[in-house]
């Protein structure tokens, strides 16, 4: 078991990589889905569950956790792995996103975010120090650096400050995170879709020095075709040698596309909270589960799928239970949507070492082109 952090790139096809990134809790295998597990769990999965499904890393949160329970009780009670039982590697996002999406009042200036609790209406602060502070307690293995993501479309004055602030912001994230050997610090690029921006940006995090670079600011509404216009040229302004975090993104193809343009790492909601709402992704398109037309059905959602719900359960059963609203409905439909983001991940990692990664898209595209099934 490794002391440090350490990423290893092992082998490129096109701009896609597949490498290890080393941790003192695990190795995180690239490109990377990080499940999400927002309020120190992952919904309705068990860990061991979630670990089963190929997840090497989840993903926690400031925001949510410095409001309930609180960093400090969670760091008394041992820290969030312990906390939640989940000893592999947790990568906690810095709560500023969270704060601009899900807070009442907020006020936003040079020290940082004031804002009222979205639980219970209390004013509260979020600084680049108190977001390292919170992250330090949680004892998260990977720390994002504070920043501010503007939402799209936005004027280029505005893309300019706030990256500029941003950029600000990651400096003092830099100073206050310290020196905690096993931890890495991420920075997050901004700028918006404008290319010299993101390059000012990127510039700017290398002469502050960091473990890893995300590219932000994007998924916040510009389309997919305008992100992947962004990530042609993005990822290429950081790094070479350092993982590339393509925050909150996205849908099966979003993905795809994504690690086609260079990233090695991502998040997203979309595999649980679909889930729980019936939406199933499968090799063949996305089924609807609540549709009437599944009443009768004896296949399972998808045979090339070893989750649990695919291997004992048709899709008459998934119907009946979404239907009737049990809570094994969300328990499996999410099991086997994070399954099947692993299974994207998993094909890319070995369609990228065999240098076939062309042939491995063109079928994921053409096996999806039958939609709602
Ligand atoms: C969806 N599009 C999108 N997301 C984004 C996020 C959050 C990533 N997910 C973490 C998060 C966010 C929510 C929902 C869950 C749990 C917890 C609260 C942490 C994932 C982002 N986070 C930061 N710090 N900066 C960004 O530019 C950014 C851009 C995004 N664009
Ligand atoms: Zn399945």
Redesign the pocket.
Known sequence: MTKTFSFVLNKTDGAARTGVMKTPRGDIRTPAFMP?G?AATVKAMMPESVRATGADIL?G?T??LMLRPTAERIAALGGLHKFMNWERPILT??G???VMSLSGMRKLTEEGVVFQSHYDGSKRNLTPERSMEIQKLLGSDIV?CF?E?PALPADRKRLEDSMDMSMRWAKRSRDAFGDRPGHALFG?Q?GGLEEDLRKRSADALQDIGFDGY?V?????GEGQEAMFDCLDFAPDQLPVDKPRYL???GKPDDIVGAVKRGIDMM???LPSRSGRTGQVFTRNGVVNIKNARHADDPRPLDENCACPACSNYSRAYLHHVFRSQEMISGMLLTWHNLTYFQDIMQGMRDAISAGTFAAWEADFHEGRAQGDI
């Open positions: 999400v927002t993903l949160n925001y949510h996002d810095s500023g996103f969270q994002m920043d993501c997050i901004q995300a932000g600011g994007l998924a916040v925050m909150g993104v998040d997203c909601v």
